[in-house]
């Protein structure tokens, strides 16, 4: 009898993880490295924030909390979906979780049968297979291309929804691309999911602060109110307050699948740590002058960093709008050979012979389901990004 469960079987690493941990054991073994990795804003917690989690643990708030939430959270949180996205939502239709990840998990554990389909467009976020297969669930992908900045068109949207699908995952601003939709692009999207009242929406809109220039956030609910009944929608507080550490996600739906949650959550690892719920309602209420701050120095940072791939040789690099991600293209450095001689037959390729000469840690794009491209995350500084970008230009340019 097999000791792991087939339902591991199903799953593989995470690709980031992989690469970011092989970045540090060859930062330890002494090698100059730079890794680009990461998927977390390089700022600090704003105090705001860290006071209201030192305050709530003064006040003794360190019991088991309600499984959805403490009360004042789900108010909060109904308040923001109200203040920022338009949406009409009773606290009660609300759910606090361990990060943004568990909200995920969780929805998709309490909704998909074996055999039900999910429709996740590429490049995804590494987690949604898995997650979708650890659930019993079949991801079924749908493509995009780089003409299009990796947004999904409503036609390939169309072409792969089935009388299976369960779900479609939308993700905007997008990790791996940092692609966002517009209101015009979303509604196209939601346009096709009218016609397949089928089809729920699950939108992980974790990325909503962080955009850029004059780009203006939708979630598919605000486009199309019409989709309300069968919408969850999924945010947090990791990236946009620099709370990756605090592990607090949340979402906004119809109350029975936020029930169903809610008891899935009961038996699992019931309500989210009290400290962190308390912190994250001053997130929530209070002042949001640190996000004027984080923008404006990921906007530069982007800009830095899209303008020196582009002048790297073999890299195409759109202009993303959002999140702290770019996604260049190495098409045209398939093929061809390292100094060393190593042929780059793919994007792994390509990464790896990256990290071996000039210790520059990026994530392969087929491990996002769209290559050949590679993800680079510029949540770090201008200087450290100016030398990655230079050692990545160096690296292009010696292979022939
Ligand atoms: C698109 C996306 N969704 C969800 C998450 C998970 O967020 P959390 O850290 O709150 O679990 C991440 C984190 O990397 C993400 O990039």
């Not at 702290?324 to 042929?343: D, W």
């Given at each position: ?165 369960k779900w479609v995952i939308l993700n905007s601003p997008s990790n791996p691309s940092g692609a966002a939709y517009s209101h015009d692009e979303m509604k196209a999207l939601t346009d096709v999911l009218l016609r397949h009242p089928h089809v729920w929406v699950l939108t992980d809109d974790m990325y909503e602060h962080l955009v850029y220039g004059d780009f203006k ?41 936020i029930k169903a949650m809610d008891t899935l959550q009961g038996q699992q690892t019931s309500g989210a740590c009290t400290i962190a719920q308390w912190a994250s309602v001053e997130a929530l209420d209070g002042p949001q002058d640190h996000l004027k ?108």
């Amino acid at each position: 009898m097999a000791f792991l469960s087939d339902a591991l079987g199903r799953m593989k690493p995470s690709a980031t993880i992989v690469v970011t941990q092989k970045a540090r054991d060859l930062k330890a073994q002494g090698r100059d490295v730079i890794s680009l990795s990461v998927g977390e804003p390089d700022f600090d917690t704003p105090e705001n924030i860290k006071r209201a989690g030192i305050a709530a643990i003064e006040r003794g708030e360190t019991r088991y909390p309600p499984v959805s939430g403490i009360q004042p959270l789900r108010e909060a949180i109904a308040r923001k979906f109200k203040r920022e996205n338009g949406l009409d939502y009773k606290p009660s239709q609300t759910i606090v979780g361990t990060g943004g990840k568990q909200i995920l998990f969780n929805a998709l554990m309490a909704t998909i049968n074996t055999g039900d389909e999910v429709v996740i467009p590429a490049p995804y976020w590494v987690s949604y297979p898995e997650m979708v297969a650890l659930c019993g669930g079949t991801p079924v992908f749908a493509e995009t291309r780089i003409e299009d900045n990796f947004k999904l068109q409503a036609a390939e949207l169309d072409r792969v929804i089935t009388p299976k699908t369960k779900w479609v995952i939308l993700n905007s601003p997008s990790n791996p691309s940092g692609a966002a939709y517009s209101h015009d692009e979303m509604k196209a999207l939601t346009d096709v999911l009218l016609r397949h009242p089928h089809v729920w929406v699950l939108t992980d809109d974790m990325y909503e602060h962080l955009v850029y220039g004059d780009f203006k956030f939708v979630t598919p609910a605000q486009v199309e109110p019409k989709l309300y009944d069968r919408t969850l929608t999924m945010n947090g507080v990791s990236k946009s307050y620099a709370m990756t550490g605090w592990r607090i996600g949340y979402a906004a739906g119809p109350e029975h699948l936020i029930k169903a949650m809610d008891t899935l959550q009961g038996q699992q690892t019931s309500g989210a740590c009290t400290i962190a719920q308390w912190a994250s309602v001053e997130a929530l209420d209070g002042p949001q002058d640190h996000l004027k701050v984080f923008r404006k120095a990921f906007e530069e940072r982007r800009d830095l960093v899209v303008s020196m791939l582009n002048q790297a040789q073999h890299l195409k690099c759109p202009t993303p709008e959002g999140a702290f991600y770019v996604y260049p293209s190495c098409a045209g450095a398939i093929g061809l050979k390292t100094p060393e001689g190593k042929v780059i037959g793919n994007d792994e390729d390509f990464v790896t012979a990256l990290l071996e000469s000039e210790g520059v840690a990026v994530v392969h794009g087929s491990a996002f389901g769209l290559g050949p491209n590679f993800r680079v995350s510029y949540a770090t500084s201008t200087a450290v990004l100016e030398d990655a970008c230079t050692r990545i230009q160096r690296f292009c340019a010696s292979l022939r």
